[in-house]
């Protein structure tokens, strides 16, 4: 995918495509992580759309979450959500 050690150094332009590729790869990435975390929120906890995004946020930032949950399901997706977003965020 890269270059080997025996290789020519690339030259600027295609060193800055490949950075705004993989860029953009990260950020989708990131945003259906956190469509997942808004989704779940939103519809399995009952919140509205503002607090579904800052828990979602909150979880993956790995601060906590808001606001209380009071259903079964809820908090079993809270800490599904926490796990996976753990799991997305570690090296």
């Known amino acids: 995918m890269f270059e080997k050690k025996y290789h020519k150094v690339v030259t600027v332009s295609r060193f800055a495509w490949r950075m705004v590729m993989f860029f953009g790869f990260a950020t989708g990435l990131l945003s259906i992580a956190l469509l997942i975390g808004i989704a779940g929120y939103h519809w399995i906890a009952g919140l509205c759309v503002v607090d ?40």
């Open 52 to 91: 579904a995004i800052l828990n979602a946020s909150m979880i993956m930032t790995g601060m906590g979450p808001v606001d209380a949950l009071n259903s079964t399901a809820a908090k079993l997706f809270a800490s599904v959500y926490a796990i996976f977003s753990g799991w997305c965020s570690s090296p």
